[in-house]
């Protein structure tokens, strides 16, 4: 009945089409529901691969001068979802966000149909409600027992840090806010370990240090890093002149899944007065579990502030990330600009509850709402499940990788959900282990990622880092995988390792 009206006969500019206007979001919604119903079908690929020039052949991508009917609109949307990677698929194992979490999905669905921005109580009173409320749990959890401070959705982990290096100067020199480098007492340096996040030397870059003044701290062969290393560095730039103020743990790094000593740090931290700041974007889901919270999160307690992503281990749909501040009101007075035609001060309600002179952005995406649904889903017993299974899965793979050691080679134990590993084909089983050995193993990764992604059935990630080549990295943070999908990733890149 829809097939050639367009877009201009709907609801808002046709008063009289609410059943067109249903029929259509209909078409829409089947589309999306089918699309959950591919995710989490394992007989289906995870995607269908074509080089970008390939692709663009596929599509209708332009823009025209008229209109196109609705019909059309319906067709592309099918075929968006029909080339899109079902990164919720039990056999996605690419990425430190994966799985579709369907609570949070009608979160998010809900949170577009009411298509507001958050700067402001007085358009989004329900969601900034849910917001404090939502931070100041998770707040509880980091600093059990201390009721304080502050906290913030921020558009992603990188952006969550850079909140934690601002407010960080912001404490300690009040005077860049107006001033600028000129109200610094001199030279500023910071510190995160060589495993950390690009985020944190982005901060340096952004901000005005310069990368060099962002100091990497050497970590061990277990991807911490090392406490003594980091208060040598500390004395090194102190004797140059400069002043060290902003220290950077991560718990959970991103290739490694590596905790560093949190109390250690923070006693080096504690020792030179500098802010001790913690990026748990990825293992601040960790908090949750009382298994696994400690020893890998103990000091997390001592630190200023800390970085936790929600959409991470914790499953909430892209994206979900948040900064927490022990001390509140560091936000606000670090960011705040007071713009008039939107934080007037004599409104009618409570201004503490327009959050958005907090940020540098203004507009704010609503990242809350799918956040809080699924809490509400699951309750704190729930979550905590999700991460313990999580971790029991981690285990399951590691103990599948050593049952077949002619075959995989486990690089290190995991603390976290990542299993570093080589796959061994069979004209280099039982050669014995080398550098050499590991140069073959890194070559044949990106030729087994190739053979996934043509073949559409299995995603993981490979990388080098600093001490080894290619090496494959998988992923489990899904509640769509099963024991049976850990076999079938190790038994897909056999099959597909074959020479
Ligand atoms: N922000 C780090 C995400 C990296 C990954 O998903 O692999």
């Not at 992603?156 to 601002?166: H, P, Q, R, V």
């Not at 705040?336 to 958005?356: H, P, R």
């Amino acid at each position: 009945k829809i097939a050639n009206l367009t877009a201009q006969e709907l609801l808002p500019h046709n008063e009289t089409a609410q059943l067109e206007t249903r029929e259509f979001l209909q078409k829409v919604t089947d589309i999306l529901l089918d699309y959950v119903n591919a995710t989490n079908n394992r007989d289906e690929k995870i995607l269908e691969f074509h080089h970008p020039e390939d692709m663009k052949k596929l599509l209708d991508l332009d823009i025209h001068e008229n209109p196109v009917p609705l019909q059309q609109l319906i067709f592309d949307c099918a075929t968006t979802m029909k080339y899109q990677v079902k990164t919720g698929h039990p056999h996605f194992f690419n990425q430190l966000s994966c799985g579709l979490d369907l609570v949070s999905m009608a979160g998010e669905w809900l949170t577009a149909t009411a298509n507001t921005n958050m700067f402001t109580y007085e358009i989004a009173p329900v969601f900034i409600l849910m917001e404090t409320v939502v931070l100041t749990k998770m707040r509880d959890i980091i600093w059990p027992g201390y009721s304080g401070g502050d906290s913030i959705l921020a558009p992603g982990g990188s952006i969550s840090n850079l909140y934690a290096f601002l407010a960080a100067r912001h404490k300690m020199f009040p005077g860049y806010k107006e001033h600028g480098p000129r109200g610094l007492p001199g030279d500023l340096c910071m510190f995160t370990s060589d495993q950390s996040h690009y985020s944190i030397k982005s901060c340096a870059s952004v901000c005005g240090l310069g990368t060099e003044n962002c100091v990497m701290v050497p970590s061990d062969d277990q991807g911490k890093m090392i406490p003594h290393e980091l208060e040598r560095l500390i004395l090194e730039r102190k004797a140059r002149g400069q002043i060290p103020f902003f220290v950077c743990a991560t718990a959970g790094t991103t290739v490694l899944g590596a905790f560093d000593p949190l109390d250690a740090i923070a006693d080096i931290t504690e020792k030179y007065n500098c802010w001790f700041h913690i990026d748990a974007a990825w293992g601040g889901g960790l908090l949750l579990s009382k298994k696994h919270r400690h020893p890998r999160l103990s000091g997390i307690e001592r630190s200023h502030s800390v970085t936790w992503n929600p959409h991470k281990l914790m499953g909430a749909l892209l994206q979900c990330s948040s900064i927490h501040f022990k001390e509140d009101g560091l936000l606000l007075s670090c960011n705040q600009m007071s713009a008039e035609y939107l934080f007037m001060t004599d409104k009618l309600y409570d201004i503490q509850y327009d959050t958005g002179d907090k940020v540098i952005q203004c507009g704010r995406h609503n990242d809350i709402f799918k956040l809080w649904l699924q809490w509400r889903a699951k309750g704190d017993h729930g979550f905590e499940a999700h991460i313990d299974r999580l971790m029991d899965l981690t285990q399951y793979e590691v103990r599948r990788i050593k049952e077949q050691s002619d075959k995989f080679h486990l690089i290190m134990e995991p603390e976290l959900v990542n299993v570093s590993f080589w796959y061994i084909p069979k004209r280099l089983r039982g050669v014995p282990h080398s550098a050499e050995k590991e140069k073959e193993l890194a070559k044949i990764c990106p030729i087994i990622k190739a053979r996934m992604m043509q073949a559409g059935t299995l995603m993981v990630g490979y990388q080098p880092d600093d001490r080894r080549p290619n090496f494959f990295r998988s992923i489990i943070s899904s509640a769509a995988v099963f024991e049976k999908d850990v076999d079938f990733m190790l038994n897909e890149i056999d099959r597909l390792g074959q020479d």
